[in-house]
Nanobody
């Protein structure tokens, strides 16, 4: 079993920055990659960014150039640096971990962008 825990969500003003962290732990035998998704009220969950264990990255169109995903050397902790935040970035951010041939999800962390 793998546990995934996010942290770092907060209330921030438009134009501000925030850094999310996500740590996977437990019985990890193989790692494909990790990622971030978000879901705003009344909307479907969407990809924010993902990174493979080899370092390849993919970003959602709405965050390209503003968000950066990174993974630690152990490949079990992923970070999301969010800059130039907009009101539309408000959502619950979920971390995913593709490990042991399965995808594990965290409980989510709330990011609110508001003045």
């Amino acid at each position: 079993q793998v546990q995934v825990v996010e942290s770092g969500g907060d209330l921030v003003q438009p134009g501000g920055s925030l850094r999310l962290s996500c740590a996977a732990s437990g019985s990890i035998n193989s790692i494909y990659g990790m990622g971030w998704y978000r879901q705003a009220p009344g909307k479907q969950r969407e990809l924010v960014a993902q990174i493979t264990s080899g370092g390849s990255t993919t970003y959602g169109d709405s965050v390209k150039g503003r968000f950066t995903i990174a993974i630690d050397n152990a490949k079990t902790t992923v970070y999301l640096q969010m800059n130039s935040l907009k009101v539309d970035d408000t959502a619950v951010y979920y971390c995913s971990a593709a490990m042991n041939g399965l995808v594990y999800w965290g409980q989510g962390t709330q990011v609110t962008v508001s003045s």
